[in-house]
Structure formats: structure tokens, C-alpha cells
């Protein structure tokens, strides 16, 4: 992982996956795949290969823990770094999250305008611990 440019995005609600696009993309410059479920994305993660990954927790069917431990069982992802984004924040829930495997929690609702810094700094710290 040499630098940040493409982004798979898991999140199914429509208009926060248009804003957190639009962020990432025309003010991060990053190259995104959107997915609206844990399902779809992996079906499409290890053909995008991502730099990052960023994960809605609460989404029907697979969930964003359950989604993230498919994916660390695909052989290219394992060491992809992800974030979830999710509206539980709470200290307790950030624990348990990052317990699960993840860099660290973006809350919602996040500021579009920062959303983009707060991914690369993520990125940057997870890719430092390697």
C-alpha cells in the first residue's frame, strides 16, 4: 500500500452514500465503489481492490462486523484497512469495534467536508502500525 486512492464504501442508505461520495470523491480525489450491502461488497471488493475500506455498522442483512469478517477471509482484503461509520459512538461501542478488526469509528453524521482528511488519517495511522 503505497498510497490512498481508492475507496470501497458500504453504507445502504442512498443519501448518505450521494454526500459521503460526493466528499470522498470532488474533495478527498478518491477513486470510490459504492455498495449498498455487505453482500454486494463482497462481490465487488477483491475485483476493485480497495485501499480503504469504510463500513455502515447497521444495514439490513449482513451487518457491518459481519461484512467486515467475510472480507478479512477474502485472500487480497485481510489487510485492508477499515473504518466503520455508524452513529453509535459511544466509548463501549468504539471498543468493541475496533476489538472486531477496525482502524477506528467515523461518526454519523460526519462533515462532508472533513470526511476525506479524517479517511487518509486513518489510513495513514493504520498504515503505519505495519
Same mark, same amino acid.
Given at each position: 500500500?503505497?498510497?490512498? =486512492?481508492?475507496? /470501497?464504501?458500504?453504507? *445502504?442508505?442512498?443519501?448518505?452514500?450521494? +454526500?459521503? @461520495?460526493?466528499? /470522498? =470523491?470532488? +474533495?478527498?480525489?478518491?477513486?470510490?465503489?459504492?455498495?449498498?450491502?455487505?453482500?454486494?461488497?463482497?462481490?465487488?471488493?477483491?475485483?476493485?481492490? $480497495?485501499?480503504?475500506?469504510?463500513? *455502515? +455498522?447497521?444495514? $439490513?442483512?449482513?451487518?457491518?462486523?459481519?461484512?467486515?469478517?467475510?472480507?478479512? &477471509?477474502? $485472500?487480497?482484503? =485481510?489487510? +485492508? $484497512?477499515?473504518?466503520?461509520? @455508524?452513529?453509535?459512538?459511544?466509548?463501549? =461501542?468504539?471498543?468493541?469495534?475496533?476489538?472486531?478488526?477496525?482502524?477506528?469509528?467515523?461518526?454519523?453524521?460526519?462533515?462532508?467536508? @472533513?470526511?476525506?482528511?479524517?479517511?487518509?488519517? /486513518?489510513?495513514?495511522?493504520?498504515?503505519?502500525? &505495519?
Amino acid at each position: 500500500m503505497n498510497s490512498l =486512492e481508492r475507496v /470501497l464504501y458500504v453504507e *445502504d442508505d442512498p443519501d448518505i452514500q450521494t +454526500v459521503a @461520495t460526493l466528499a /470522498l =470523491e470532488v +474533495v478527498g480525489g478518491f477513486t470510490v465503489k459504492v455498495c449498498s450491502s455487505g453482500e454486494q461488497a463482497l462481490e465487488e471488493a477483491e475485483l476493485f481492490s $480497495p485501499d480503504m475500506i469504510l463500513l *455502515d +455498522v447497521m444495514m $439490513p442483512g449482513m451487518d457491518g462486523p459481519s461484512t467486515l469478517a467475510a472480507l478479512r &477471509r477474502l $485472500p487480497h482484503l =485481510e489487510k +485492508v $484497512p477499515v473504518a466503520f461509520m @455508524t452513529a453509535k459512538v459511544q466509548p463501549h =461501542e468504539v471498543n468493541q469495534l475496533i476489538a472486531l478488526g477496525a482502524e477506528n469509528v467515523i461518526a454519523k453524521p460526519f462533515d462532508p467536508m @472533513t470526511l476525506a482528511h479524517q479517511v487518509r488519517t /486513518l489510513w495513514e495511522h493504520a498504515c503505519g502500525k &505495519r
